[in-house]
């Protein structure tokens, strides 16, 4: 059974305040830890940072609500991983498609600047939803962050496998195998100095849509 924080998590003291100080001023926002959007029984896994202030953490839903969320479920809409409207809202028509998204880190953190023992604490969670998903064949880790913290679940060293724009790794979590493919994270700041372009984050999506397909 996945293992999922609950909606007054305390394991991270900093991020505690911070819920607590945004559930005082922003009074219509979700504000708490943000569960994972698609089924425990799809065959993809995309991982992200953290909510954003004003996207999934308004929200409560993953990449809901910002502009990393209008790049992803743009590309997942075209690469048939999602069909329906998407509003940044989690009341819209969207659906997810054998695709399940996450993020390394549940709650927001001051800055969307995670600390390594929030990280940590937060991989609890991610490594029993990864354990969770049966089907799982492919990974999609977004930004090295998430890299990172999907090697440690799966006891791998960066040292040999670093983190790379569309590489794919093969790595494997007890009797669970599967690809791990990186990409630079989705994010406004990444679109606009060009680390990332659209055509690049699509390429990732056009390779993950030949693993699966590989793997049928």
């Excluded at 977004?142 to 440690?152: F, R």
């Amino acid at each position: 059974m996945e293992l999922k924080p609950k909606y007054n998590c305390n394991l991270c003291p900093r991020l505690v305040d911070y819920r607590k100080a945004n559930q005082q001023k922003l009074t219509n926002y979700h504000n708490a830890p943000v569960d994972s959007f698609g089924g425990i029984d799809s065959r993809l896994l995309i991982v992200g940072l953290a909510p954003g202030l004003k996207g999934a953490n308004k929200t409560g839903r993953p990449f809901t609500g910002d502009y990393a969320g209008d790049v992803l479920y743009s590309t997942l809409i075209k690469y048939g991983f999602a069909n329906g409207s998407y509003a940044q809202s989690k009341d819209d028509s969207l659906k997810l498609i054998d695709c399940r998204i996450t993020n390394a880190v549940r709650c927001v953190p001051p800055k969307n600047k995670p600390i390594g023992s929030e990280i940590k604490s937060c991989r609890t969670f991610l490594n029993s939803e990864i354990k969770s998903m049966s089907n799982l064949q492919v990974i999609i880790a977004l930004g090295v962050t998430a890299h990172s913290s999907l090697l440690a679940c799966l006891k791998l060293s960066l040292k040999d496998n670093a983190f790379k724009h569309s590489v794919i790794h093969k790595v494997s979590n007890g009797n669970q195998s599967f690809k791990l493919v990186d990409s630079y994270h989705c994010s406004r700041y990444n679109i606009n100095t060009k680390r990332l372009s659209v055509q690049m984050f699509e390429n990732v999506f056009e390779l993950t849509t030949k693993l699966l397909n590989s793997n049928e």
